[in-house]
């Protein structure tokens, strides 16, 4: 019950979001893509931040990310778990991709402020399609060692 409720508030922030920035509304998501779990756990100092998430695809086109954005970081991108940058990130038709500890990730450099626990923090994500899809995450208390 409780995810069900956190979904509908992205749509309704999304929907709310694409009217202030005036993105055109025939290339937002209508739902195809739900974003599950995202968050950033804060750092240890002098370390960079990452974004985890799960995309569950329920369209029947597979959706190709290029680009991820956030007014927070100069560059968001795209790792494999060797820290190895990756061009795109593919998120095949009903399926679902994890990006996690360990494995793919975001890896967001070059902050323009301090983050703090609990906050929550947008992102852009732009496929081929020249779409926007708006990722909401949560910033956790740093991972354990
Ligand atoms: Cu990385």
């Known amino acids: 019950m409780i995810k069900k409720l956190t979904l509908v508030l992205i749509l309704f922030t999304h929907n709310a979001y694409a009217f202030m920035a005036g993105i055109d509304e025939r290339r937002d998501t209508h739902g195809e893509l739900e974003i599950i779990g995202a968050y950033i756990p804060m750092a240890a100092s002098g370390m960079m ?24 970081w100069d560059s968001i991108e795209i790792h494999n778990a060797k820290m190895g940058k990756m061009s795109k990130l593919v998120i095949l038709e009903k399926s679902t991709l994890e990006l996690k500890p360990g494995s793919v990730h975001l890896m967001l450099i070059g902050p323009r402020r301090d983050i703090k626990e609990g906050e929550e923090i947008l992102m852009i994500g732009l496929d081929y399609n020249e779409r926007r899809y708006m990722l909401k995450f949560i910033v956790t208390e740093e991972a354990a060692h």
């Open 49 to 72: 931040n990452t974004g985890y998430l799960k995309f569950k695809n329920v369209s029947d086109q597979k959706i190709i990310f290029h680009q991820f954005t956030s007014p927070v």
